[in-house]
């Protein structure tokens, strides 16, 4: 009998320190998974914060780019301005030495009225308007009344997140080149009022907001709704509007709401980008 009984204390002494050592095990075990899942929480911090700064310089390339335009635009406009004022310096200088030697008094009358050298004019801030008056030769502004666009989305554009600039790289019409299809950028070569149209689409079961803007003001939104089937895929919005030389307008996903899916495009249709001058100012 006391055998037995020794026997079963030590069976029941065995099956405690088993049982302890089962429990310190799972002890670890969930500090470890606790210790992995802490790492884990945390790498995900990290993947939004590095996701956060690539959109943010996406966005700040895309201005960039757009910056970059403009002054590309000006420098067309100031190569314009120099052809003109070395016309009319060439002109001026033609008209003067063809004067007659006999003609004593004109030329006394301009001496004593001291009119600008030609040194003068090359120097001096001389307006292209100016030159044009004096001499009745075309200004840049005459020379590009004509300004339009018009540009197609060749593909579809996969997953863009909000207040991503849309590039519509099917360049069909592009007078003057305003129009940067790499940027989806238009950039105003002369001050005046222009019209604008646009339209999106998207497929099935899905929706997005979009934006035309000029510069950083948004100037008008459109809605695609094609959350409950396949009805209604486009939208189009179209906007008047004064710009002066170097605004930019271009076409964005909303800068807080993003679309539900791709923006589509294909052969039975796909989204447009085109503006024209209705008037110089």
């Known amino acids: ?62 201005k960039l780019k757009m910056t970059l335009s403009k002054v590309q635009r000006l420098q067309g406009i100031h190569d314009k301005s120099i052809s003109v004022l070395r016309r009319l310096i060439r002109k001026s200088k033609i008209n003067v030495d063809s004067i007659p030697e006999e003609d004593t008094l004109l030329r006394n009358d301009n001496q004593d009225k001291k009119f600008e050298s030609f040194s003068e004019i090359i120097t001096g801030e001389v307006s292209i308007n100016r030159a044009s008056r004096l001499l009745n030769v075309p200004t840049s502004a005459q020379d590009i009344r004509t300004v339009a666009f018009y540009a197609l989305m060749s ?28 940027t989806g950028a ?9 019209g604008f149209i646009y339209a999106l689409r998207m497929p099935c079961n899905t929706y997005g907001t979009f934006e035309i803007m000029k510069n950083d003001e948004v100037e008008g939104t459109i809605h695609v709704n094609v959350q409950h089937g396949c009805s209604g895929q486009f939208s189009t919005g179209s906007i008047v509007v004064v710009l002066n030389i170097g605004d930019a307008v271009y076409v964005r996903t ?9 923006i589509l495009s294909g052969i039975h249709g796909g989204p447009y980008f085109a503006g024209w001058l209705i008037s110089s100012l």
Request: charged share 20%; glycine share 4%.
């Open 1 to 62: 009998m006391f055998i037995k009984i020794h026997g079963i204390i030590i069976l029941y002494s065995t099956f405690l320190g088993i049982y302890a050592d089962i429990s310190f095990q799972q002890h670890r075990y969930e500090e470890r998974l606790n210790q992995v899942e802490t790492v884990l929480v945390k790498q995900a911090n990290e993947i939004d914060d590095l996701k956060t700064v690539v959109l943010t310089q996406k966005n700040e390339i895309t």
């Open 155 to 182: 593909h579809n554009e996969l997953n863009p997140g909000p207040h991503h600039t849309i590039a519509f790289d099917l360049v069909k019409t592009n007078i003057r080149d305003s129009y940067n299809h790499f």
């Open 186 to 194: 238009f950039t105003t070569p002369i001050h005046g009022v222009y």
């Open 254 to 262: 909303h800068s807080t709401v993003t679309p539900t899916g791709l």
